[in-house]
Each structure stands twice: as structure tokens, then as C-alpha cells.
């Protein structure tokens, strides 16, 4: 069944009717007519696979959960978490990638359910927060049984779960958008995203210079993170990168890395609470300052910047075509790194992924199957994610002293506020308002992406401005990527 496009968004799916004929040539005919509402009526292969069920795009954003805990009813959850841990205590959690996706989803998911109890903080970050940090310190406290420690870090590394989730994101995020907006990412917003970037990469590598931290240090380790607009191209590719220039491990790096990240995200949100509560003084600063919503100070030119909308449903063979395609362009940009090594797999498998979307060389059908399995990815297992790299790469001795060094809080402030600063200013140089310009791609650049938008946006209260930040960390957390594998080679 072929998914339709709708303009609602995130909704429910009202009512989707297909009918399927079809003829049994031995002993008889028989006419089917399935109608889908949204419930799962559907059947077999025919079935179409909704994007959300309510208001939630992902089951790590921010909202009351009830007692819901992975999507499940709480005492289903209970039982088998309960499953879980007691195979872990006994030794006997099977070491396959069965159990590790298993294993991971219910913790992710019940850090999830945690951190949304909290009112006002939850939309500070604190779900992403606990699941980033919270296995490791229970780990750091001996309260993780072994086996279950030992299944997540070879669910990781050995089974490739990290390249699993950012291939997927990857190739999803590439040949989900327009082919023209690709090419031209409308040349006015082209100004401020590349701009912001290398401004920021700059001048956080001359004040790491100046501070003796070191300026290839501050690019790679505070910047080139916060800058990536997200988890899964930011800090958990950057970490295999420098583990792979080094020859040490990811988890030496893993720790600083996401420690910049999430500051960075608290950083972002305060600052878009701030510029919510300039718009409520209604006063310009100066002309093109606040366009309170507004992006571009001119009109009739916004829709060379528009996203097309978000597909309601796909389907479970669009799904799998999609992860096919995801490997494929996995092991392309691994074959081309044996024999030109110069830039990682990851950057290989970015910059084949945009020759397949620029000259056309798959069906559309195949680019929006490998879209939906991108969004799947991200809706879904970012928690299962955070919580086997906390378990397997975090150690919290490290983030604490990470945390504890003020040169380092004063790099990651710094990186937040030279990125808005810049891409509001030379935002306002093609025309758009700086607020506006200053939050996306400002400080959607330097947020977690995904949750870490949606709270930068709601904050902001300019949550209309969504596309644009998708269309942000599309763009530019690819473009972070691409540029911090041409980096690391100057890695000491």
C-alpha cells in the first residue's frame, strides 16, 4: 500500500480507504475492502504503518505520559522489565541484538516516563538528560547487573547498533528533502547557516587558542558537537571519528562530547525564553530586530524555503526499502574510505547520499521509503540510543570533571551565543529578522535537535517556525559532519 501525502502534520489519521481485489485461480475469487481509521484495521503487508498516534512526533519529546511507560500500559511494562532484570541478575540475558534492543528500549523508555514527570524542567531537556546519564550512574555505582552492562556495550559496538541509528538518520535526512532545495537551500538561509558555523568554529578555536585549551581542541570538543543540531550526528559519529584518528577508544572522548551537548541545549532554551520575553515588550532595537514570528522581512518569498509536509503514514515494505537503502549507502561510504581514507566512512556515506538525491539516481517511491525509515529511527529509538551509549561509552568521573572545569562551561557558553549572535546577524544581512534568524539555524544548530527543537521553538513560542529547523538540522548537522572529518586529521 502506498503512503499518501497530507498536509495535517502530526495528526492521527482520520480515514484511509483502499480496496483490493484480487483471484485465487484454483478454487476461488474473493473481493477485499479494508478501511483503515486509524485504529490498525488493516492487514498483512497491506496494513499502512501511521507516523504518530496523537500530538507526540517522537516518544522522547516532552508531554505527560500517564502511566504509560515505552508506549505500554505500566503493568504490562512492569512484567517485562521484571523479565529483563531478573535474566540479568542470574546471568542469563541472552548476549544477541534481540536482547539489546529489548534491553535498551525499556530503560530509554522509562527514563523518558521519568523526566516527564517533572513540569517546566521536562521541557528543559531533563528526559534526554536522565537518559544520557542516568545508566552510566548507576553503572558508576555498581546498580547495572553485569550481564545486562555486558549485552548493551556489545549491542553497541559489536552489533553495530550506533552505525545502525546514524545511517539511518543520515540517509533518511538527505534523500527526505527536495532535490532543488538541496541544491539551493534557498541561497538567503544558505548565508546564515554556513555563516553561523564557520564563525562559531572560528572564533571558539581562537578563544580555546587564547584560554590554553588548545584551538583545534575547542573546534573538535566543545564546537563541532553542540554545532551538529543533534545526538546522532553530532557527538556519537564525531566520538567513533577521533577514537578512529587516535587509535584509542570512543568512550576517552564520549564523555566530554556529551557533556557539551547537553549544556548547550539548557544554554539554547534560556536564550529563546529571552527572546520570547523581548517580543512581549513589543520594541525593535532596531529595524528587521523582532519580526515576532516573522521570518523574512520580505514577502512572497517563503516558499522557496518551504519543506514539503511530513508523510501521515508509510508502510512495512516502504520501511524496509528504506533500511536497505540505508546500508547500501553505509557500505558505499565504508568501500570508498578503504581505498580514499582521508575522510571517515560516515562522511563518505553523507557526500554519497547527496550525489544519489542531486542526480536523481532513485525512484521517488525509494527516497520517501528511505525518508519514513529515517523518521522512524528518530521517532522512536533515541532513547534506546542514549541509553547503550551511556552504558557503554560514559564514564561519569569524566563528565564530572568535565562539568567541574569552568574553562570548559565558558567554551560551551561561548559556542551557544557566537552561533546566535552570528546567524542573527547575518540573517539580517539577507533580509531576515534577527530573532528569528538568531533561533533557526542559530540555536537550533547548537540544540539537540529533535526534543532539543521543539523545546528551543516552544520556548520561543515560534513553534510555526519547525520546517526551518528541520530543514536546519538536515542541512547542517550533515554539513558538521562532513567538516569535522576534515578536521580530525589535525587531532593530536
Same mark, same amino acid.
Given at each position: 500500500?502506498?503512503?499518501?501525502?497530507?498536509?495535517?502534520?502530526?495528526t492521527?489519521?482520520t480515514?484511509?480507504?483502499? /480496496?483490493?481485489?484480487?483471484?485465487?485461480?484454483?478454487t476461488?475469487?474473493?473481493?477485499?475492502?479494508?478501511?483503515?481509521?486509524?485504529?490498525g484495521?488493516?492487514?498483512?503487508?497491506?496494513?499502512?504503518?501511521?507516523r504518530?498516534?496523537?500530538?507526540?512526533?517522537?516518544?522522547?519529546? $516532552?508531554?505527560k505520559?500517564?502511566?504509560?511507560?515505552?508506549?505500554?500500559?505500566?503493568?504490562?511494562?512492569?512484567?517485562?522489565?521484571?523479565?529483563?532484570?531478573i535474566?540479568? !541478575?542470574?546471568?542469563? %540475558?541472552?548476549?544477541?541484538?534481540?536482547?539489546g534492543?529489548?534491553?535498551?528500549?525499556l530503560?530509554?523508555?522509562?527514563?523518558?516516563?521519568?523526566?516527564?514527570?517533572?513540569?517546566v524542567?521536562?521541557?528543559?531537556? +531533563?528526559?534526554?538528560?536522565?537518559?544520557t546519564f542516568?545508566?552510566?550512574?548507576?553503572?558508576?555505582f555498581?546498580?547495572v547487573?553485569?550481564?545486562?552492562?555486558?549485552?548493551?556495550q556489545?549491542?553497541?559496538?559489536g552489533?553495530?547498533?550506533l #552505525?545502525?541509528f546514524?545511517?539511518?538518520?543520515?540517509?533518511?535526512?538527505?534523500?527526505?528533502?527536495?532535490?532543488?532545495?538541496?541544491?539551493?537551500?534557498?541561497?538567503?538561509?544558505?548565508?546564515?547557516?554556513?555563516?553561523?558555523?564557520?564563525? /562559531?568554529?572560528?572564533?571558539?578555536?581562537?578563544?580555546?587558542?587564547?584560554t590554553?585549551?588548545?584551538?583545534?581542541?575547542?573546534? +573538535?570538543?566543545i564546537?563541532a558537537? !553542540?554545532?551538529?543540531g @543533534?545526538?546522532?550526528?553530532?557527538?556519537?559519529?564525531?566520538?567513533?571519528?577521533?577514537?578512529?584518528?587516535?587509535?584509542?577508544?570512543?568512550d576517552t572522548f564520549m564523555?566530554?562530547?556529551l557533556?557539551?551537548?547537553?549544556?548547550?541545549?539548557?544554554?539554547?532554551?534560556?536564550?529563546?525564553?529571552?527572546?520570547? @520575553?523581548?517580543?512581549?515588550?513589543?520594541?525593535?532595537?532596531?529595524?528587521?530586530?523582532?519580526?515576532?514570528?516573522?521570518?523574512?522581512? !520580505?514577502?512572497?518569498?517563503?516558499?522557496?524555503?518551504?519543506?514539503?509536509?511530513?508523510?501521515?503514514s508509510?508502510?512495512?515494505?516502504?520501511l524496509g526499502?528504506?533500511?536497505?537503502?540505508?546500508?547500501?549507502?553505509?557500505?558505499?561510504?565504508?568501500?570508498?574510505?578503504?581505498?580514499?581514507?582521508?575522510l571517515?566512512?560516515?562522511?563518505?556515506?553523507?557526500?554519497?547520499?547527496?550525489?544519489?538525491k542531486?542526480?536523481? %539516481?532513485?525512484?521517488?517511491?525509494?527516497?520517501?521509503?528511505?525518508?519514513?525509515?529515517?523518521?522512524?529511527?528518530?521517532?522512536v529509538l533515541?532513547?534506546?540510543l542514549?541509553? @547503550?551509549?551511556?552504558?557503554?561509552?560514559i564514564?561519569?568521573?569524566?563528565?564530572?570533571?568535565?562539568l567541574?572545569?569552568?574553562?570548559?562551561?565558558l567554551?560551551?557558553?561561548?559556542?551557544?551565543i557566537?552561533?546566535?549572535?552570528?546567524?542573527?546577524?547575518?540573517g539580517?544581512?539577507?533580509?531576515?529578522?534577527?530573532?528569528?534568524?538568531?533561533?533557526?539555524?542559530?540555536?537550533?544548530?547548537? #540544540?539537540?535537535g529533535?526534543?532539543?527543537?521543539?523545546?528551543?521553538?516552544?520556548?520561543?513560542?515560534?513553534?510555526?517556525?519547525?520546517?526551518?529547523?528541520?530543514l536546519?538540522n538536515? +542541512?547542517?548537522?550533515?554539513?558538521?559532519?562532513?567538516v /569535522?572529518?576534515? !578536521?580530525? $586529521?589535525?587531532?593530536?
Amino acid at each position: 500500500m502506498s503512503a499518501t501525502p497530507r498536509n495535517t502534520g502530526y495528526t492521527e489519521q482520520t480515514t484511509n480507504t483502499s /480496496t483490493d481485489t484480487s483471484t485465487n485461480t484454483s478454487t476461488d475469487t474473493s473481493t477485499d475492502t479494508d478501511t483503515d481509521t486509524g485504529t490498525g484495521t488493516g492487514t498483512g503487508i497491506d496494513r499502512p504503518v501511521e507516523r504518530t498516534v496523537g500530538s507526540r512526533p517522537g516518544v522522547h519529546y $516532552p508531554g505527560k505520559l500517564g502511566w504509560r511507560i515505552s508506549s505500554l500500559p505500566a503493568p504490562l511494562y512492569l512484567v517485562l522489565a521484571a523479565l529483563v532484570l531478573i535474566a540479568a !541478575i542470574t546471568g542469563n %540475558l541472552p548476549d544477541s541484538m534481540v536482547s539489546g534492543f529489548a534491553t535498551t528500549i525499556l530503560l530509554g523508555g522509562f527514563f523518558i516516563w521519568l523526566g516527564n514527570l517533572i513540569p517546566v524542567i521536562r521541557d528543559f531537556g +531533563l528526559p534526554t538528560v536522565l537518559c544520557t546519564f542516568a545508566p552510566a550512574t548507576l553503572a558508576f555505582f555498581g546498580l547495572v547487573p553485569t550481564n545486562l552492562i555486558a549485552v548493551v556495550q556489545n549491542f553497541v559496538e559489536g552489533y553495530g547498533f550506533l #552505525d545502525f541509528f546514524v545511517v539511518g538518520i543520515i540517509a533518511g535526512s538527505i534523500l527526505g528533502m527536495p532535490r532543488t532545495l538541496l541544491l539551493k537551500a534557498g541561497p538567503r538561509f544558505a548565508v546564515p547557516l554556513v555563516g553561523c558555523l564557520t564563525s /562559531t568554529f572560528l572564533l571558539v578555536g581562537l578563544l580555546g587558542f587564547l584560554t590554553g585549551f588548545g584551538f583545534i581542541d575547542a573546534i +573538535l570538543f566543545i564546537a563541532a558537537p !553542540i554545532m551538529a543540531g @543533534g545526538l546522532g550526528v553530532g557527538a556519537l559519529p564525531m566520538s567513533e571519528m577521533y577514537a578512529s584518528k587516535t587509535g584509542g577508544s570512543s568512550d576517552t572522548f564520549m564523555g566530554d562530547l556529551l557533556s557539551a551537548v547537553v549544556v548547550a541545549n539548557v544554554v539554547c532554551i534560556l536564550i529563546a525564553g529571552f527572546y520570547n @520575553g523581548l517580543g512581549k515588550r513589543k520594541k525593535q532595537l532596531f529595524v528587521g530586530f523582532n519580526g515576532h514570528g516573522e521570518l523574512l522581512r !520580505i514577502k512572497g518569498r517563503s516558499d522557496e524555503l518551504a519543506l514539503p509536509p511530513k508523510r501521515d503514514s508509510s508502510s512495512y515494505i516502504a520501511l524496509g526499502k528504506g533500511l536497505l537503502i540505508a546500508g547500501a549507502l553505509f557500505i558505499l561510504g565504508n568501500l570508498i574510505a578503504v581505498y580514499l581514507p582521508a575522510l571517515h566512512p560516515y562522511a563518505w556515506t553523507i557526500i554519497a547520499a547527496a550525489a544519489v538525491k542531486i542526480f536523481g %539516481l532513485l525512484p521517488k517511491d525509494v527516497e520517501d521509503s528511505t525518508a519514513d525509515w529515517g523518521d522512524f529511527i528518530g521517532a522512536v529509538l533515541v532513547p534506546a540510543l542514549l541509553v @547503550g551509549v551511556s552504558l557503554t561509552y560514559i564514564e561519569i568521573g569524566d563528565v564530572l570533571n568535565s562539568l567541574g572545569n569552568p574553562l570548559f562551561i565558558l567554551l560551551t557558553i561561548s559556542t551557544v551565543i557566537i552561533s546566535t549572535l552570528t546567524s542573527g546577524a547575518l540573517g539580517w544581512m539577507v533580509k531576515f529578522n534577527f530573532v528569528e534568524a538568531s533561533i533557526t539555524p542559530g540555536l537550533v544548530m547548537a #540544540d539537540t535537535g529533535g526534543s532539543g527543537d521543539v523545546s528551543v521553538l516552544s520556548a520561543a513560542n515560534r513553534m510555526h517556525l519547525m520546517p526551518f529547523a528541520a530543514l536546519t538540522n538536515r +542541512l547542517g548537522g550533515a554539513l558538521v559532519l562532513f567538516v /569535522t572529518s576534515l !578536521i580530525v $586529521p589535525f587531532l593530536a
